[in-house]
């Protein structure tokens, strides 16, 4: 099993981004995914998750602002970032049961 993340990068404080993770070797549709992220110096900590039947929890810190998604035809989950702020800016992770993804860099600037 892997997970390909992408779509991080550069933004300003209200700005957006979206998030892709891409899986591969396994059967998508029947596994819940998540999103974690880690600020430097910090721990990791959950974001969203989305379960195979569609439903979907989130961090209170990003309750309104983000939203996950997935598409079992393309084994692939979505993080959409609206409202981004500073304390957003961290290495954001997908994961899979044991499995993680690399981690894609998210900067927000003030």
Do not use: H
């Amino acid at each position: 099993v892997q997970l390909q993340a992408s779509g991080g990068g550069l933004v300003q404080a209200g700005g957006s981004l979206r998030l892709s993770c891409a899986a591969s070797g396994t059967i998508f549709g029947i596994n819940s995914m998540g999103w974690y992220r880690q600020a430097p110096g910090k721990q990791r900590e959950f974001v969203a998750r989305v379960t195979s039947g569609g439903s979907t929890n989130y961090a209170d810190s990003v309750k309104g602002r983000f939203t996950v998604s997935r598409n079992n035809a393309k084994n692939t989950v979505y993080l959409q970032m609206n409202s981004l702020k500073p304390e957003d800016t961290a290495v954001y992770y997908c994961n899979m049961g044991k499995t993680w993804g690399q981690g894609t860099l998210v900067t927000v600037s003030s």
